[in-house]
């Protein structure tokens, strides 16, 4: 453990700046004092406590690498990632919620809004005014959004909306999403359609085993007239979503580390209080094993991510460098919960550590925002030059 009571067997710490460990120390004691002591009801709840968004806000969880103008953080990457993990540690659900505002909906209207649309929307989606979301998948695109059939018509004074979008975190407790569809020249175009405009709905997905605390829905779109000047103007095809998934990626690939600290530390201290046969399981090679691969491979994600960081706050990293971490980040992270699990024996399945909370939560982050196969194949691809996945 570092000075700040953390995982951190390289002395990462030492390749942070003092504002790097504020950031980390206040996100911290934020989930300590606001999410710890709840996100486990919560969870066995299903239930999204939506007065974390306006706290989200206050914090400074949403947008952080946005420019101060917009109400945003104006920090760089590293920053993005210690708050993405910390919040991480404590859920990934709470995560979820955190990224979607961030990377899904503010950095879109950041990067391909106009000035209007980043002035009337950014400052109320930082303070947690407004919660967004992000309306890529549909029922049946999901690792192949290129193929989506929503789609818009030009009716001179506004566009028509007509389709629908599944799996979206936060739709049913959103005032605002961002929406991809694709206009009569076939062409993806990204919309911001409020609620409470005629004709759409946001029908909530319940049942879920993973992410209880985040809420996920669907977005209908039935002739939705959608005002010109909510178009996003300055990105068109692919690589407007791409654009957005690439930021959120690169938040995943910290915060699942988070997790994986959080099961490593909870299975390091469970080992060394847990007696059998007369003595700490920790003292059994089997048990040594567990824990060292854990440590291990925690290492070598967190040198990963923080090189990661080092070549976003440079506009250096490529959307396949950063499909490997958010790959190999939440494959770890699985890993050590999955081991983790084994090491507090039966107590692992309760509520009473956060384990299988996690364990559940990764089957979500391991598919969304790109499959761990997808990603796989990402990086078959930039290795090859051949794409195998089309
Ligand atoms: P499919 O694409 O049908 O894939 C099924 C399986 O086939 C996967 O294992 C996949 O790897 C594999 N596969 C598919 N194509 C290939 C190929 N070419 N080669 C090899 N294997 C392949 N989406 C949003 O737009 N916004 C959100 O906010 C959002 N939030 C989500 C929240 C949750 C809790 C979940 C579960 C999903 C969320 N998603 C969201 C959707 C998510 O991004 C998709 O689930 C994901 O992209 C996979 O799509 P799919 O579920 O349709 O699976």
Not at 143 to 155: A, E, H, L
Not at 176 to 188: D, F, L, S, T
Request: net charge negative; glycine share 12%; hydrophobic share 35%.
């Amino acid at each position: 453990l570092n000075a700040a009571g953390f995982t951190d067997y390289y002395d990462i710490d030492g390749l942070l700046t003092e504002e790097h460990k504020l950031i980390r120390q206040s996100i911290r004691d934020f989930v300590k004092k606001e999410i710890s002591p709840s996100i486990e009801k919560w969870a066995q709840d299903n239930h999204f406590p939506s007065e974390i968004v306006k706290k989200f806000g206050d914090v400074g969880a949403f947008g952080p690498t946005i420019p101060t103008e917009y109400g945003g953080g104006g920090l760089d990457y590293i920053s993005y990632g210690l708050i993405m993990q910390e919040i991480e540690r404590g859920d990934s659900g709470m995560r979820s919620t955190a990224s979607v505002q961030g990377s899904l909906v503010m950095y879109p209207i950041y990067a391909y809004g106009s000035e209007e649309q980043r002035k009337k929307y950014l400052p109320k989606l930082a303070s947690g005014e407004w919660l967004g979301c992000f309306g890529l998948t549909e029922p049946d695109h999901g690792s192949n959004p290129g193929g989506m059939v929503t789609n818009i018509k030009d009716m001179g004074d506004y566009y028509l909306l007509n389709g629908a979008k599944l799996w979206i975190s936060n739709s049913p407790e959103a005032q605002v999403a961002v929406v991809w569809a694709k206009n009569e020249q076939g062409r993806i175009k990204g919309l911001i359609v409020e609620r409470g405009m005629e004709g759409f709905t946001t029908p909530e997905i319940h049942n879920k085993w993973s992410l209880r605390a985040s809420c996920t829905g669907e977005l209908v779109f039935d002739n939705v007239k959608v005002p010109k000047e909510n178009l996003l103007p300055n990105v068109e095809g692919l690589r407007g979503p791409l654009g957005c998934l690439d930021s959120a990626r690169y938040g995943i690939a910290w915060g699942a580390i988070g997790v994986a600290i959080d099961c490593y530390e909870s299975a390091l201290k469970y080992s060394l209080e847990r007696e059998q046969f007369g003595k700490p399981i920790a003292a059994f090679q089997l048990q040594q094993k567990k824990l060292a691969e854990m440590i291990t491979e925690i290492t070598k994600a967190q040198l990963m991510v923080w090189r990661l960081g080092m070549l976003k706050n440079e506009g250096k990293a490529t959307s396949a460098q950063i499909s490997m971490a958010k790959r190999n980040s939440v494959d770890m992270a699985l890993q050590v919960a999955r081991e983790a699990r084994q090491i507090h024996g039966g107590m692992g399945i309760t509520g009473e550590y956060p384990i299988m909370r996690h364990m559940m939560n990764l089957e979500s982050v391991i598919t969304y925002e790109g499959t761990h196969d997808i990603h796989l194949l990402i990086t078959g691809a930039d290795i090859t030059g051949i794409q195998a996945f089309k």
